[in-house]
């Protein structure tokens, strides 16, 4: 039993291969950029976004290489059982403000274990918006990572720096298994040079500074600086996260300006790269907003027309990807897609009945969660702990009846997972497939594409 969260288990590391390499299998491209900037010289805290339950923290762990310990809300350690599995994978609760002032004020305990974590200069990865919530924007960020980040200033003083690493994770789509992900790193803030730089120190009276402890930032009694720079530090991560993903103001036209961005990003075909996806965006979504800033009302029409156009669509199950068919040779492409659909189609189909032991069970879990946010998250965890059996299912009669060149081809295949991507991947464009010859009989929303076009050229 390690003593600290920290520490090495040998389960643990036996297993964090595993685990990364069944992450990365849950993405068709898994992409990140900026990992040199994080820095080395100290301890580290990550602060990202928090968009898809469970995927985040993995992904996050397969992007580290090594262990991190994270921080999730408090509620999910109630269970005895479920919290000892959580403390297991190197998870400390922390307290919301939503959860009461007196379960929050509890959380000293587990700062202080943060801080531990820090001084073994282990990284920790902390979601401040307090919950995961599927949408290109950002809650108001708690207290706590400034909380941590303050308390281990002090707590190492100036034995080596602390610094917060703002991160940003785009998915392609937040429902369905093996998208597209991007972990971007920003750059980090040194906290201990905030500190200084933000209420510098100040001698006690009759007395000289005597080090880092004697900041009246980390000092109790100080009246509202300390507040002030916890606020100034809030808004600088903050500043620092939003960039770093397709960000979208958290309003009443969030969701019209996120449809005109995906129709935008789709006719341009900015939808190869991920982060010329990512910055196509994030120019389109400023230049959306600064006209939203000069011409109002020509935009409360336009907005207005984006969401009668994405109610048309979603009740059509037509993808914003469609509408590129309108275009010339688009109507050749397609025809040539959906012959080859119907070459490939028997080779999906056996790859399907194949993986229906795994392929079923993780989609009807997932078609059960309340929360769709975590319908990958239970896809996941159905194809982590069956593949491994599916896999003995197929070696064994195959070795027993097949010659064992083939059966050990047979087996490399469901080990590395291949029939189960091809199945998951193969649905996914069959469903783009069909979407695109739903889009050919569809007029009116042909009518309404061609007028939002005609606004934004406007």
């Known amino acids: 039993m390690r003593q600290h969260i920290q520490d090495d288990d040998g389960l643990y590391t036996f297993l964090l291969p595993v685990v990364q390499r069944a992450t990365r299998r849950c993405f068709r491209r898994f992409h990140v950029s900026g990992w040199e900037r994080v820095p080395k010289d100290g301890s580290v805290i990550f602060v990202t976004n928090h968009t898809c339950s469970l995927m985040d923290p993995l992904v996050m762990l397969r992007a580290e290489g090594k262990k991190v310990v994270f921080m999730a809300r408090a509620d999910m350690f109630r269970k005895p059982a479920v919290a000892r599995i959580l403390r297991w994978l190197r998870i400390l609760p ?35 918006e307090g919950t995961h ?33 703002p991160a940003g994770i785009e998915y392609s789509d937040y429902f369905r298994f093996r998208p597209d992900m991007e972990l971007q790193i920003g750059e980090p803030i040194n906290v201990t040079e905030f500190v200084k730089k933000s209420l510098p120190l100040t001698p006690p009276e009759g ?21 002030r720079a916890m606020n100034a530090l809030r808004e ?6 939003r960039p770093l993903f397709t960000w979208i103001p958290d309003d009443d036209d969030y969701d019209a300006i996120f449809e005109l ?16 996806r990512r910055d196509y965006n994030q120019s389109f979504i400023a230049r959306l907003l600064a006209w939203r800033e000069a011409e109002s009302e020509a935009a409360r029409q336009l907005f207005a027309d984006a969401l009668l156009f994405k109610k048309e669509r979603e009740r059509a199950r037509v993808s914003v990807y469609s509408a590129r068919i309108g275009r010339s040779g688009a109507k050749c492409s397609l025809v040539f897609r959906t012959l080859l659909a119907l070459v490939l189609l028997p080779v999906w189909l056996a790859c399907a009945v194949v993986c229906l032991p795994v392929w079923f069970p993780a989609e009807l879990l997932a078609a059960k969660a309340k929360d769709a946010a975590w319908r990958n998250t ?20 195959a070795f027993f009846f097949l010659p064992w060149y083939i059966a050990l ?46 606004l934004l050229t406007e």
């Open 133 to 165: 919530r599927p949408k290109h924007s950002l809650l108001p960020l708690g207290k706590g990572v400034c909380h941590i980040a303050f308390e281990a200033v002090r707590d190492i003083g100036d034995k080596w720096p602390v610094y917060i690493v």
């Open 261 to 276: 961005t995906k129709l935008s990003a789709a006719a341009q075909k900015e939808t190869s790269s991920l982060d010329r």
């Open 236 to 241: 600088r991560i903050a500043e620092g996260m």
């Open 378 to 397: 239970r896809r996941f965890g159905i194809c982590f702990v069956l593949k491994p059996l599916l896999t003995v299912m197929v070696a064994i009669p």
């Open 94 to 128: 922390i307290y919301r403000i939503r959860d009461g002032v007196s379960a929050v004020k509890t959380n000293s305990e587990a700062i202080a274990e943060a801080v531990g974590v820090l001084r073994d200069r282990c990284p920790l990865c902390l979601y401040p």
């Open 409 to 454: 081809f047979l087996t490399a295949l469901f080990f590395l997972c291949l029939p189960l991507k091809a199945t998951y991947d193969g649905a996914e464009r069959l469903r783009r497939l069909l979407s695109d010859w739903r889009w050919l009989f569809r007029p009116r929303l042909r009518r309404l594409y061609d007028r939002l076009r005609s």
């Open 207 to 227: 007395g000289e500074a005597s080090g880092g402890n004697q900041s009246p930032l980390l000092q109790e009694g100080q009246g509202g600086g300390s507040a």
